[in-house]
């Protein structure tokens, strides 16, 4: 009788509660509300406003959807966050021109157990401290000149030596052994390790389940209320501990780096070898960030810049394979100005058509479709629209990168249009002050591993009458589907 009390009171106060929220929703309306009141958008439900017009599985394809009925700047309300949602290289230019509004980002619910503690999730000094570490260490000079491009040409090698077994021998599954040449370089840049092949396995299924998991949206991140849904539709429970064990990877490589500091093993040479982790160690010691901040920031770079970085590759592959004019031109530019395996980032001006590629692919496979998003720290201007302070800011880049409205043909893998007078951007990178901090260093692997792969060898569909799949799995990064190639060495 008292449980079935205590049910009865339970199921009165939420009604109530429901009811009260219904009726704030209808009749209330803040600042937010009747200052974005005139950007289009759909109808939204009191509560819930429009959360269940996205696709949980899908967000780019909902997001594209609104975009063809409503235009390349409108308005949502997910939950009670008032949301605008631009595309369009036009609107894209407006994190530059109006960068200090855009600098700060949206910390949803799931991430905000890390806010503050590295560079993605963090705003303000914090994360202009964080972030400019990173930026120290992989400038053009230290990229050109230090360990870093050694250890992408010795990579390089080793995994041309690792897949090729003659000329009619089929790879199976190319982008795996992609992932584990960008895994290699990454680790060796952020913890200074090598590790055996098991644990670089293991490294890449953690960071690709835990980036492609947490691409799905989330209706908890704006009605908390709403987080057995979210269980039922996804594995979240694998976010955590895909994430501890990626954290606890980088605390056994700092007590190992320590280690060797106190015993001694520090000569000139690891000095000069520094990984990034020990530079953040430095900040800690001198009072200046949080521990958790030591481990985590390193692992943006492994999470963003391993999973960009190998899917972007993996998909320079995939167009080589399905456009073969497009290999042959690229690897006649390669064959005339490279003689020998001497190349740095620094001769990327000689290599118009294979930027050409790169750019290409960036826009063509879009891997960062829909990225983190921002929040406007003071009213401002758009496309002729108010939006006001405090509200959220999605960028549509899959659109921006795929509609009719912005480019000519754009289902057609076309490297020439970036060769033209008419010079237009990809927003792969991002745009503002906000911009990729590590863009650098994954567009330098990037042009080192694909001028190295197609200067030796011509990559073939093994399976002519059938192209690589280029649709890609939805996540935080697209990834790329596993296929198959045969490799003929080049002559």
């Keep these: ?43 939204g439900i009191p509560i819930f406003g429009n959360l269940f017009q996205i696709n949980v599985n899908d967000l780019p394809t909902s997001l594209n959807g609104l975009y063809k009925k409503y235009g390349s700047i409108y308005r949502l309300r997910l939950g009670n966050v008032e949301t ?7 609107n894209m230019e407006s994190f530059i021109k109006n960068w200090k509004i855009f600098e700060d980002r949206y910390i949803r619910v799931s991430r905000f157990f890390t806010k503050d503690l590295e560079i993605i999730f963090s705003n303000g000094d914090i994360h202009n401290k964080l972030k400019n570490v990173l930026i120290g260490e992989i400038t053009a000079r230290k990229l050109n000149n230090g360990p870093s491009l050694f250890n992408v040409k010795k990579y390089v090698g080793d995994l041309m030596n690792k897949i090729y077994k003659d000329d009619d021998t089929v790879v199976e599954n190319l982008p795996f052994y992609i992932k584990e040449l960008v895994s290699k370089i990454m680790v060796k840049f952020t913890y200074g390790r090598e590790e055996d092949d098991e644990t670089y396995a293991k490294i890449i299924f953690k960071v690709t389940r835990l980036v492609e998991t947490a691409g799905h949206f989330m209706y908890s991140d704006y009605v908390p209320l ?13 976010i955590l501990s895909d994430f501890f064990y990626l954290r606890n990877y980088s605390k056994a490589c700092l007590e190992k780096l320590k280690n060797n500091s106190d015993t001694g093993d520090n000569d000139e040479t690891t000095k000069a070898n520094r990984p990034l982790i020990d530079f953040y160690y430095d900040m800690y010691l ?15 770079l492994l999470l963003a810049g391993m999973d960009t970085t190998a899917n972007s590759l993996s998909n320079i592959m995939v167009a080589l394979i399905n456009n073969p004019h497009v290999q042959e031109k690229m690897f006649q530019e390669i064959k005339n100005n490279n003689t020998s395996d001497d190349i740095s980032y620094s001769d990327n001006t000689k290599y118009p058509y294979t930027n050409a590629v790169i750019k290409e692919t960036h826009r063509y496979f879009s891997v960062v479709q829909i990225p983190e998003p921002f929040i406007t720290t003071d009213d401002v201007e758009v496309n002729g629209y108010k939006i006001a302070k405090g509200t959220q800011i999605i960028k549509n880049l ?3 990168h795929l509609s009719e409205e912005f480019w000519e043909d754009p289902l057609k893998f076309n490297p020439e249009r970036f060769l033209t007078e008419e010079k237009k951007k990809t927003y792969h990178f991002g745009a503002g002050k906000r911009v990729c901090p590590g863009r650098f260093f994954g567009s330098f692997i990037l042009f080192l591993s694909a001028i190295l ?11 002519p009458h059938e192209p690589i799949n280029e649709k890609g799995v939805v996540g935080l990064v697209k990834q790329c589907i596993d296929f198959k190639v045969i490799l003929k060495k080049r002559q």
């Design 1 to 43: 009788m008292v449980v079935l009390q205590i049910i009865n009171t339970f199921i009165v106060v939420l009604l109530l509660l429901v009811t009260i929220l219904v009726i704030k929703d209808l009749v209330y309306t803040d600042r937010k509300k009747r200052l974005n009141k005139l950007i289009p958008g759909p109808k």
């Design 84 to 90: 605008v949602v631009l595309t369009g290289g036009g």
């Design 226 to 238: 709403m987080l057995p849904i979210d269980l039922i539709n996804s594995n979240k429970g694998s």
């Design 286 to 300: 001198n009072g200046e960030i949080k521990y958790e901040s030591v481990l985590l920031s390193p692992m943006d």
């Design 398 to 400: 899959a659109s921006t």
């Design 453 to 463: 792969l197609v200067k030796n060898f011509k990559f073939v569909n093994p399976n």
